[in-house]
């Protein structure tokens, strides 16, 4: 079965501090990973995705085939970071509808 | 990209009626959804839009209660049939472009079911 895991709901963090999203999986075969985010009053949108393996707006994730995981990261939080971060999977024949994790909720505090 | 809007932006209905949401994409897309998203939860697949054909629902939806047309490629409605106040919820309408291998989303529509 495919299934996302996110274990936090909400991260706060201080404004220059580390950030790590954690995100696992679970997907019988090999899967596309992504990272959206949601900020307040905006719409879903793409922030990252692993075959991609580029970094934007200062984040990476870098997919852990062992461990399925697939964490965000970002070496110094800024506040414009605060928003809402879905993890979530597809097959990798591209067709295939997103399964999205429950989310987690960023707040960076100045 | 794809540009993807939706209507209407919020509703709120009575209980056994029903609402149609559509959705129209700026640009011709392979493969369209609808997600639910109820509150504090996460995304649920509810079903894929298939052009010309019935879409095909997730486990837990049926046609009955979530009828969904899509008589071309930029264009998708999806029917909330004999509401109930569990059906209160964001619903997402999604679009795949192949050539981008992303997924879009539209702005959702909040639908509030008394």
């Known amino acids: 079965a495919q299934r996302v895991t996110q274990p936090e709901k909400l991260l706060s963090v201080f404004k220059g501090a580390p950030v790590e999203l954690k995100c696992n999986y679970s997907?019988?075969?090999?899967?596309?990973l992504f990272w959206y985010v949601q900020y307040s009053r905006q719409r879903l949108q793409l922030l990252l995705r692993?075959?991609s393996r580029e970094s934007i707006k200062g984040f990476t994730a870098d997919l852990n085939k062992g461990e399925t995981s697939f964490h965000l990261k970002k070496p110094f939080a800024q506040e414009e970071d605060s928003a809402m971060y879905y993890c979530?999977?597809?097959?990798?024949?591209?067709?295939?509808?997103?399964?999205f994790g429950k989310g987690t909720r960023l707040s960076v505090i100045a | 990209s794809a540009v993807i809007s939706q209507k209407p932006s919020r509703d709120i209905c009575q209980r056994g009626t029903s609402l149609t949401i559509q959705c129209q994409v700026d640009?011709?897309?392979?493969?369209m959804f609808w997600y639910r998203q109820q509150p504090g939860q996460s995304l649920t697949l509810i079903a894929t839009?298939?052009?010309?054909?019935?879409?095909?629902?997730e486990s837990g939806f049926v046609i009955d209660k979530f009828p969904i047309s899509r008589p071309n490629l930029t264009f998708s409605t999806l029917t909330v049939s004999n509401m109930s106040p569990e059906d209160s919820s964001i619903y997402l309408c999604?679009?795949?472009?192949?050539?981008?291998?992303?997924?879009?989303f539209g702005p959702g529509t909040r639908l509030t079911v008394l």
């Open positions: 640009s011709q897309v392979t493969m």
């Open positions: 997907y019988s075969g090999s899967p596309e």
């Open positions: 979530a999977l597809s097959g990798l024949s591209g067709n295939t509808p997103l399964v």
């Open positions: 999604s679009a795949l472009l192949l050539a981008r291998y992303e997924q879009f």
């Open positions: 692993h075959i």
């Open positions: 839009a298939n052009q010309g054909s019935e879409a095909t629902y």
